[in-house]
T-cell receptor, first 113, second 112 residues
Framework: DADVTQTPRNRITKTGKRIMLECSQTKGHDRMYWYRQDPGLGLQLIYYSFDVKDINKGEISDGYSVSRQAQAKFSLSLESAIPNQTALYFC????????????FGEGSRLTVL | SQKIEQNSEALNIQEGKTATLTCNYTNYSPAYLQWYRQDPGRGPVFLLL?????KEKRKERLKVTFDTTLKQSLFHITASQPADSATYLCALDIGNFNKFYFGSGTKLNVKP
């Protein structure tokens, strides 16, 4: 089984719909992240969480919200999806300080029509 | 504004040659710099980490250099193989906060 699992892997939805992307990890890491990837723009940090009670905004948090339900679970919500939120979304975990490497999920491809 | 730049043009090289990819940054003082590999439709995979007080790091055919004066990291793949073809991303951890900022990546094509 994958260390970081994202669901759904693909989703097509309509403008104005609420969407939730879920992430679970078996690494036992405290730190979890949501990134968005657009062609040619690299990975942009949406939200990050260093423990269950710690949630922080990243570079592009507008239009998104998150919930850290447990150490192993971190979900990303789009309250009212819009077409420019069409992108590939990645969840990642990290083991701690010292530049610890990020472990990524396989991604959730979201299309907003 | 803060910026991390990687060459957006694909790098095409012949099998067996050394590939060199560049990561430049401005307005940062990163504690760490990392390199990741990403295959199409897949999540990035960690390759190497180098700390601000390190000049060079090696792992098998991979070598990373880090020049904090030039604000640049170079990523080398020696004896490149077609299987090395992928997009390579650099990431900076600013202030040792485990908050990572990524460049846009450079696509490497290794031709047999």
């Amino acid at each position: 089984d994958a260390d970081v699992t994202q669901t759904p892997r693909n989703r097509i939805t309509k403008t104005g719909k609420r969407i939730m992307l879920e992430c679970s990890q078996t690494k036992g890491h405290d730190r979890m992240y949501w990134y968005r990837q657009d062609p040619g723009l690299g990975l942009q940090l949406i939200y990050y969480s260093f423990d269950v009670k710690d949630i922080n905004k990243g570079e592009i948090s507008d239009g998104y919200s998150v919930s850290r339900q447990a150490q192993a679970k971190f979900s990303l919500s789009l309250e009212s999806a819009i077409p420019n939120q069409t992108a590939l979304y990645f969840c990642a975990t990290s083991g701690g300080v010292g530049g610890g490497e990020l472990f990524f999920g396989e991604g959730s491809r979201l299309t907003v029509l | 504004s803060q910026k991390i730049e990687q060459n957006s043009e694909a790098l095409n090289i012949q099998e067996g040659k050394t590939a060199t990819l560049t990561c430049n940054y401005t307005n940062y003082s990163p504690a760490y710099l990392q390199w990741y590999r990403q295959d199409p439709g897949r999540g990035p995979v960690f390759l190497l980490l180098i700390r601000e007080n390190e000049k060079e790091k090696r792992k098998e055919r991979l070598k990373v250099t880090f020049d904090t004066t030039l604000k640049q990291s170079l990523f080398h793949i020696t004896a490149s193989q077609p299987a090395d073809s992928a997009t390579y991303l650099c990431a900076l951890d600013i202030g040792n906060f485990n908050k990572f900022y990524f460049g846009s990546g450079t696509k490497l094509n290794v031709k047999p």
